[in-house]
Each structure stands twice: as C-alpha cells, then as structure tokens.
C-alpha cells in the first residue's frame, strides 16, 4: 500500500515535473511551476526558506521521501531500474553493499565549497534536478515541440488555430553533451545498481542522507517474525539493508518500501521511532560486500560511447530542420552571433554575478523562452548558464517567462512594467555595418521598434537638406531588448547589437 | 431494473438507426427515388460547356474574343531536380488545354509576368494548338528604371523575343504596359522620346502587331493625353470591378469614367483586376448573405464576373488562373454571360457599402513590388490582412467580442502564411517597392500599420 502511494505520487511529480520543460505556451507553470521550487538545490540558491525548512522537515519525520518522490532524476533512476528488474532472472538483483563514505562525503564537500567559492559549473553539474533539466530539455523537448509541429500542420489542414508551431533548434552542443553523458553514467549506474547515484554521488542525498538517520519514521525488522530470507535485502535498490544482522543504513534507504513489500513475514514495518528504537541495531560496516567498482566503470564507459553515438545521429535531425524558403522572394542570409565583450542576462537577474551565483543550469528558462533569446552559455565559469542573444528574436516587452519559472533565484519574478525600465545592456551601433552606409537607403528600423525611443535618427551628411539618416543611442533610455539588434536588415551581423550590462539598472 | 431497460432500448434504437441508415445508403446507391438528384448541378456544379460561351467582336480587326480571358500571370510552380523553382509546364499545358477546349482564345502574358518565365512557358503550351485557335496578348514592360532597357534597342530585344518566347511571328495584342504608373513624364520617357511608339505604329502597319493598346494604372493625365491623341487604339486594358466603378482607390480612376470614355471612342476594353486580386471572392458574411438570398448556388467570384462582362463593351475579362476549380467555374458563368439585371446591380451596391466600409489594404497581390530588397512577402502579408478582415476577425476594438478568437486567428495564420523574417515587423521603410505599385499604396505606412496592429495584439494592449 505503502509502495503504491509513493509510486503513484512520484509519478505525478515526475510527469508534471517534466511537462515544465517541455510546455512553450508559458499556462503550465502558473499551477505547476511550485514543482520545481520544492527542488532542495534551488531552493537552497534562492534562499526559499519556506521550502528548505519543508524539505528539512519533510526528511526529519518520514525520511528520505524527497529522493523517492520529488526529485525527478531519483524517480527517473526508479524507472530505469524497474524496466532493468524485468529481465529475467534478474528478480531478485540486489545485495547489500556498504557505504562509499569517502567519496560521498568527498562530493557533498566538494559540492558545498564550489557552492561558498562560486564555481557554478561543479553546483551546476552536481544537481540532480539540473541534470534532470538538461536530459528532459536536451531529449525530450525537441521531440515534444515535433509532435506539437505535427499536430499544428494537422491543424492548418482543417484551418484549426488550435495549435501553432514552434521552432526546434540545437541550442548548445555542450549542454546536450553533459546531458548525454549524464545520461549515460545515470543510466548505467541505475540499470545495474538501483540508487547507487543518489548514494555515492548526489550532494543532495548524502546531505538528507545525516537527517534521515535521524528521522521519526523508519523502516524496522520485527526481529520476531523475520525468517532471515533475505529477500528485503535483494530487492532493496539502494544496498542498504544488512539482512545478515538486520541492519537498515537508514543515511542510504530512500524510503521506497519496496522492501515492506516483498516481505512475505511481514518482518518489515515503518513506524515511528519511539516504538522501534530499542530493536535497531548501531550501523555496522560490512567489509565482506564491496562491489567491484573498477569493473563497472569499464562496461559504463564503452557503452556510454554507443549511446553518445546514437544520440549524435538523432541531434543531427535537429540540426538539419531549416525554414523554408518562398521563391521568388530575396534570399534572407541567418543573423550571425556577434561577439559580446559582456554576456548579456535577462532581466531580473540582477547582475552577471547574482546569475553566476544563483543558477544550477537546469534550463527551465531556456526551455520556456518563447522568443529564441535564451540560451547555454559556452564560457567556462558561467557554463550552462542562460545567457541571450537575439539573432531569432529580440526579449519582447510583453514576455517575463524566465524570471517566473526560475526556482534557484537566478531570475528574481519581475512583472512586465518592472521589466520595460530595467537596463540589461546597451545597444551599439556599427557604423560600417549600416544599410544606410552599406545601400544608400534610409533605414528607420531601430528607430521604429524601439520600446523606449532610446534610439534618434541623425543626418549623416549634416548640412545637406535630403542627408540619408543614422541612428543613435540615448544610453540613459536604453534597456538592452534587442528589438533593434534583431530587426536590424543588416546581415549576417546587425549593425546594432546589444553589449550587456555587467549590473543591471532602472532607467 | 431501470437501467437495464434502458441499455435494451438504446440499443434497439441504435439497431433501428442503423437499419434506417443501410436503407439510405442502398436508396442512393440505386437512386431508387426518381425526384431524388444524385448529385447538384447548376451553380458552381455540374457539366461544364465547351460550346456556348460568349463572344465579343473588335471593331478593328473583327477577332471573336472569349469574354473569358486567361491571364498568365499567375502560373503555379514547381521544384526542379536540381531543387530551384520553375513553371509547372505540365499543369500550365493541362489548363490550356481546356481552357481552349471550352472556347477561351485570348491569353495575356507579359515579359515580366512570373518572374519573367510566362511568355515561355505560354508559348510551349499554346504552340501546341493550331495558331488560329489562340489570341495572343503580350506588353512592352515598364517597370524596370533601367535605362539599358528603356531605351530604344533596349525595347527592341524586349519586344523580338516575345516573339521566340512566344514562337509566333505576330501577335495579336500587344501592350504598352501600365501607362500612367509614373505620369506623363514617364509615359515620355518610356514611349516617345525613344521613338518606341512610332516603331510600335509600324510594326502595326506591318501586320506583326495586329491590334495595339495599353494597359492603363494611375494618372489619369495619361489616359486623357492618349485618348485625344490622334493615334488609334485598338484596345485598351483597364481595370473595372463593382468597386472601383465608382470607388476607385489611391490615385485610380473609377472605371464609371474609363470605359464611358472609352465606349465613346468605341475603343473595346479588356478588363484586368475583376474580383480586385481575389478580395470580391472572398467578401465579408455579410456581403455574402446578400448575394446568396438571390442566387444562392452562385458563389461572389461569379457575381464580380457577370458584373465585369455585362457591358458591351467589355472585349474580355481577365482572370489568372491557377486551379483547374477556378477555371471551371469562369468558363460556366461565361457560357453564356447572362448579364446583370437591375435588382443585381442594386444589390451589388450594397455589397460595395460593405467592401468601403471594411479596413482592406488595396493590395491586388499583383507582385510586381516583389521581390523586397529586404526579403519581405508584401503581397503575402497585405493578402493575410486581408483574409483576416474578410472573415470577420479584424478587431476594432480589444473590447470586442471575438478578441480571444480573432487574436489567435491573426497571430497564428500570419505565421502560417509569412514566414516570421518576412513579415510587416522587418519592413526598413526604404520605400524601393513604392513607385512599382499600381494600386499606388504607400507599401511602408500600410506595413507599419500592420505591425503596430500585431504589436497590440501580441503584447495584448487594449485598444
């Protein structure tokens, strides 16, 4: 019963979980967007005191719940490891190992000194729920938004507007990359040894892990009735559960209940612990079990090639979906990135630093970007991290999705009257780049679609009565949109691109 | 008990349904009921003649034209294996075919026309036909500022290889192209200071030109100009619809006053623009409605035909024509013309009430602003504002009842027929597309106006 509940509601968590990387219409999260706010590294990046004090407590009273529940890489790790328990033979799978305390203490204190020093990329590669985000936007959100574009040229067939589509673009190899390889080293690890991820590796189970020894509910042996089966032991994915001298290693067990299950005595129960805390024995370390960890990193590593490989051929299909092009029209040449001596940070960020500081580069907000701004950033010490660029679009004045979806406080929740007089940089302009310079006709576009009237035009030729005009920037009224960067018919590179702004400022 | 009685009857009834339907079904299989049609005919339907249209005869040469004209401006395109576009020949040659095999003999192309591929591909398609068969109508085009071509020879090579395009050694129409676009000076230009019209004027006398005219946009200057000259002109092209007979837009002249100037002269009259590039066919419900009640099978294109090819003095109405369904439909109402009675003309006025009062961008969808230096669709944004006030969904208001609908009507349609970079918002304001414009819209204000409407509808401004 016990295992039932915590199957069905982790599978919702899951799902909902998911779907918020995958929706682009910006609806789902106004009810769903709480999901990922609960996450612990998040929440401990934002400083959400509600929600850590909820977790916190969450883990005092039942235990590791939130590994089986709420996180979605644990839950995805489950599911990998049922289809595994599936094949034959492979019934009764697992053995009790012991703790790798060194390493796991060795990751959590790793983890909490990049976290205190700033080195985003190792928070950031740590997080269970960013590495969820990366595999779900990396693998699942293309194919999503292809069966949406599916449904949307069904749709145009019957003259439906009930769908519209969307574009599906290779945002940054790096972060498919680290996803894949996540995938793979996941994935591997939970097809033949369950949780030992969660319990060897994450940051955030060792750390629940010291409160869950501690927690008010446990699972106990009834010494009384346990026949000495075994079979608690082989069907506990997290190795946890000593069946020789019915020890639980309560830092390690997720509260799955798959144990209470399959015990045919019923020797397993989850009580609190004033009712079973005399029959529980002090942890003890079992040297006689250690897997071979050497081993398992050889097969890990072949097979992980061969699904990076797989996964390259399928990437290649995004890469190669191109817009289509009407004849008898100009040709229009692809916008070009232009080298941005500043990246620029959507607004609500604050400042590149509260960005670097705050992101676990979970790509939620690049995810539900619906304007093609956002995107992983490649540099070094910000990797993963959105930043933006506006060759497929420009950050529109009715749109503040990332700053709503963001749950590690990266993007502080604007609304969109803040956001029109928030400075996230400044436009420059290139002289040599100019239609005005470059076809001798008169250009009025930065002008025009400006949102501020940041942007004046000038003569060129001052003194002569029909001078062509040139734009330029007021710096004072300025927000960094890119409406002029994005619109500008200068091609491959703007003539007027935006340089972020290391602070952001009110204008 | 209850519930069960109440399964056994639905299902009874669902067998009776079901019996009932069989019987349907065999009924129209075997058309056992005599009054009981097996399909419509009339209207849009039904056999289309291949000898009973209408003809009109030139005062000039005494050609029998077909009151329906075929224009070539419009072929249908395909990709070739080399992935670059061209005419879908085997689609042209199959709708000339049947156009010539239902009576239509008049075909009128141009250099220009499909990015300068229509004369070729008319020509492979008509040589195929004996040349008594088929009236050929070609221009001397003028769109191009380029002095190499505007110039004498410039005009002479233009002109000769209509002729190999063609593959006819005379044609029988041909036109100086948009006369008015520009005014008189153009007109100069183009045609009298290079001594191109007295060439013309020979050529005429030579025979290789049978009959000679223009096709007129614009200033009426020109109009008036050539009329009182002492040239004689065989034809002339105008355009005429139920809307701009007295409601012509820009700097048009209404057709009320061409073809009565025109018919003084007893100069015949070839109709371009009669559904005002596909809007007449697509009017508002309400303009629909008070056709239906009177003709309830014949559909808005078919009105706007009657009403061009009523006058005598019409020689024939353009249509381009793309779709085999189109051509169908032209070639029914025009064999033979039943022309428009009184009750249909007052009727028709009311229609045009309806037509001004909409918010319509006057845009033909013409192409011959295309292609934008800046990689604009401006036929295809104009065509998909258009659309949009047609059905209804143009909002006056964001208060309006329909907001939701026409939001998602606007927004999701203009991406579906623009491509995002080709879109009003990208439009530089250069003005190149504006003098090429027949329609004489300002191209630039009309796609800022459209943009400032996407604006207020993405960012969800009231209004």
């Known amino acids: 019963m016990l295992r039932k509940i915590r199957i069905i509601t982790a599978g919702i968590f899951f799902f909902l979980t998911t779907l918020l990387f995958l929706d682009f219409t910006g609806s789902f999260h106004l009810w769903f967007g709480w999901m990922a706010k609960v996450q612990l590294v998040p929440a401990i990046l934002a400083v959400n005191v509600v929600a850590i004090i909820f977790l916190l407590l969450l883990t005092f009273i039942f235990g590791r719940l939130y590994c089986s529940v709420i996180c979605p890489l644990g839950v995805f790790q489950d599911g990998i490891s049922n289809v595994s328990g599936r094949r034959k033979g492979k019934k009764n799978r697992f053995r009790y190992s012991s703790p790798k305390s060194y390493l796991r203490y060795g990751v959590l204190a790793l983890f909490v000194v990049s976290m205190l020093a700033g080195i985003s990329v190792v928070v950031s590669a740590l997080d269970p729920y960013a590495s969820y985000g990366r595999m779900a936007s990396g693998f699942l959100t293309p194919l999503y938004r292809w069966g949406n574009n599916l449904l949307a040229l069904v749709a145009e067939r019957i003259d439906s507007y009930a769908f519209y589509s969307v574009d599906v673009w290779m945002k940054s190899w790096i972060v498919f990359g680290v996803a894949v390889a996540s995938l793979g080293i996941i994935a591997i690890l939970a097809w033949r040894h369950g949780r030992t991820y969660c319990n060897t590796i994450c940051p955030v189970g060792t750390l629940l892990g010291f409160i869950s020894r501690f927690s008010i509910f446990k699972l106990h042996f009834e010494l009384e009735k346990c026949n000495g089966c075994g079979l608690c032991a082989r069907n506990c994915k997290s190795s946890c559960i000593d069946a020789k001298t019915k020890n639980i290693d309560y830092s390690r067990c997720v509260t799955c209940f798959n144990c209470v299950e399959k015990c045919k005595s019923g020797a397993i129960v989850y009580t609190s612990r004033k009712w079973g805390a005399s029959k529980t024995p002090v942890d003890t370390v079992d040297v006689h079990h250690t897997s071979n960890t050497e081993n398992d990193k050889d097969g890990m590593s072949r097979r992980s090639v061969l699904s990076l490989l797989g996964l390259l051929a399928f990437t290649n299909i995004v890469k190669s979906q191109q817009i289509k092009v009407d004849g008898g029209l100009a040709t229009i040449e692809d916008k070009k990135i232009p080298d941005r001596k500043t990246p620029i940070v959507p607004p609500g960020a604050l400042s590149a630093q509260n960005m670097k500081q705050h992101c676990t580069a979970c790509q939620l907000c690049i995810s539900g970007c619906p304007n093609g701004v956002l995107r992983p950033s490649s540099k070094l010490v910000t990797l993963m991290q959105p930043e933006m ?13 990332c700053s709503q979806v963001c749950p590690a406080g990266a993007i502080k929740p604007i609304d969109i009257a803040e956001k029109s007089a928030i400075s996230i940089g400044l436009a420059v302009w290139i002289k040599d780049n100019c239609v005005v310079n470059t076809d001798e006709v008169q250009c009025n576009s930065c002008e025009y679609h400006c949102p501020t009237g940041a942007i004046t035009l000038v003569d060129r030729d001052p003194g002569y009565s029909d001078s062509l005009k040139i734009p330029t920037v007021d710096k004072e009224l300025c927000i960094g949109c890119g409406a002029c960067e994005n619109l500008c018919p200068a091609r491959p590179f703007s003539a007027i691109y935006v340089e972020g702004n290391v602070r952001h400022h009110s204008i | 008990m209850e519930n069960k009685g109440k399964k056994e009857i639905s299902r009874r009834s669902f067998l009776k349904v079901l019996g009932a339907g069989s019987v349907a079904a065999t009924a129209a299989l075997y058309g056992c009921k005599s009054d009981n049609k097996v399909s419509a005919e009339g209207g849009t339907l039904g056999e289309v003649p291949t000898d009973k249209m209408t003809y009109r005869t030139t005062p000039t040469t005494g050609d029998k034209v077909s009151l329906l004209g075929y224009g070539c401006m419009r072929y249908p395109l395909r990709k070739n294996s080399k992935g670059e576009e061209e005419v879908d020949q085997d689609i042209v040659n199959e709708l000339i075919d049947y156009a010539i095999a ?61 002729f190999s395009e063609l593959k006819v050694d005379y044609i029988d129409y041909y036109l100086l192209h948009t006369v008015g676009n520009g005014g008189m000076e153009t007109f100069e230009n183009r045609y009298i200071d290079n001594k191109v019209l007295d060439f013309l004027l020979k050529e005429r006398e030579a025979g290789r030109v049978r009959n000679l005219g223009f096709s007129f946009h614009g200033d009426i200057a020109v109009f008036d100009y050539l009329l009182a000259s002492d040239i004689k002109w065989d034809f002339v092209q105008i355009q005429l619809n139920y809307v701009d007979w007295k409601h012509a837009t820009g700097s048009n002249t209404n057709a009320e006053y061409l073809l009565t100037e025109l018919e003084k002269k007893n100069i015949p009259a070839v109709i371009m623009e009669p559904l005002l590039g596909g809007r007449l066919s697509r009017v508002p419900s309400q303009a629909l409605n008070i056709m239906k009640e009177i003709h309830p099978e014949d559909s808005a294109a078919q009105w706007a035909f009657r009403y061009a090819g009523t006058p005598e003095s019409v020689l024939t109405v353009l249509s381009g024509m793309v779709y085999m369904e189109h051509l169908q439909e032209n070639i029914r109402t025009y064999s033979p013309l039943i022309p428009l009675q009184k009750k249909e003309y007052e009727a028709l006025d009311r229609v045009t009430e309806i037509m001004l009062n909409a918010d319509y961008v006057q845009c033909t969808e013409c192409q011959y602003c295309m292609p934008c230096p800046y990689g604009l669709d401006i036929p295809g944004v104009f ?3 258009n659309r949009i006030v047609s059905a209804g969904n143009k909002l006056k208001s964001s208060k309006d009842e329909n907001y939701k609908k026409a939001r998602t009507a606007f927004l999701v349609g203009y991406d579906r027929s623009v491509p995002k970079l080709r879109q009003a918002s990208h439009c530089i304001g250069c003005e190149i597309c504006k003098p090429h414009c027949p329609q004489r819209i300002d191209i630039p204000t009309e796609m800022r106006r459209i943009d400032f409407y996407t604006e207020q509808l993405k960012q969800k401004i009231e209004f």
């Open chain 1, 389 to 401: 660029s506006y060759e497929r679009g420009y950050c529109r004045p009715e749109c503040v999705e």
């Open chain 2, 102 to 162: 239902h009576g239509v003999n008049y075909f009128d192309t141009s250099p220009v026309y499909v990015r300068g591929w229509s004369e070729a591909a008319t020509g492979i398609a008509l040589s195929r036909h004996p040349r008594d068969k088929y009236f050929i109508a070609t221009k001397l085009s003028n769109m191009n500022n380029n002095p190499n071509v505007r110039s004498y020879e410039g005009s002479l090579a233009m002109y000769k290889k209509s």
């Open chain 2, 383 to 385: 065509g998909h504002y």
